[in-house]
T-cell receptor, first 110, second 114 residues
Framework: GIQVEQSPPDLILQEGANSTLRCNFS?????LQWFHQNPWGQLINLFY???GTKQNGRLSATTVATERYSLLYISSSQTTDSGVYFC????????????FGKGITLSVRP | NAGVMQNPRHLVRRRGQEARLRCSPM?????VYWYRQLPEEGLKFMVY????????ESGMPKERFSAEFPKEGPSILRIQQVVRGDSAAYFC????????????FGQGTRLTVV
């Protein structure tokens, strides 16, 4: 099956710093989503981005499908950004089921 | 994603009991997916359902686990004779159609088996 690798596995930032989170995938995809799992365990949709670039406030994402990677940018980080960031993909013919990466644990310190 | 409702949020069961987890999809969504997050592991697909049909159950354990999505009412994930290894967070997601559409997740049910 498709492999999804996220890097770095852990990230510690000072409040106000910027960061880039990366997701590499081993095959073509029809769907790519980024999620934030907050410290209470909730999974929050960030972006649905199988290709192209999107922005939502301090967050933006870019997926280059032909090169099989996606990037999530966090600018001016806040302590509430802490948590685990997951990238998940659906390859063609996979019946809509998402394959998740292992996640990136982000800690933003005040 | 606040529209996908799961209950209960927390569930404690003794070994050997049954666990029933409920999921009501977002309004207008007829596709439901269940995922499991085990400690120290990522989120893994379990089953994909449409109303009254199981579309893909390739991620479901072969025994003790079952899922349904009846014509009326929520989708149910049922775990019979629970064991300690079933302790995990179980998430439900829904989408308006199948294929490459965006999926929205509920808050999850945290099952603890004692």
């Amino acid at each position: 099956g498709i492999q999804v690798e996220q890097s770095p596995p852990d990230l510690i930032l000072q409040e106000g710093a910027n960061s880039t989170l990366r997701c590499n995938f081993s095959d073509s995809v029809n769907n790519l989503q980024w999620f934030h799992q907050n410290p209470w365990g909730q999974l929050i949709n960030l972006f649905y981005i199988p290709s192209g670039t999107k922005q939502n406030g301090r967050l933006s994402a870019t997926t280059v499908a032909t090169e099989r990677y996606s990037l999530l940018y966090i600018s001016s980080s806040q302590t509430t950004d802490s948590g685990v960031y997951f990238c998940a993909v659906v390859p063609p013919g996979a019946n809509s089921k998402l394959t998740f990466g292992k996640g990136i644990t982000l800690s933003v310190r005040p | 994603n606040a529209g996908v409702m799961q209950n209960p949020r927390h569930l404690v069961r003794r070994r050997g009991q049954e666990a029933r987890l409920r999921c009501s999809p977002m309004k207008g969504h007829s596709h439901v997916y269940w995922y499991r997050q085990l400690p120290e592991e990522g989120l893994k697909f379990m089953v994909y359902l449409q109303k009254e049909n199981i579309i893909d159950e390739s991620g479901m354990p072969k025994e003790r686990f079952s899922a349904e999505f009846p014509k009326e009412g929520p989708s149910i994930l049922r775990i019979q004779q629970v064991v300690r290894g079933d302790s995990a967070a179980y998430f439900c997601a829904s989408s308006p159609t199948g294929g490459a559409t965006e999926a929205f997740f509920g808050q999850g049910t945290r099952l603890t088996v004692v």
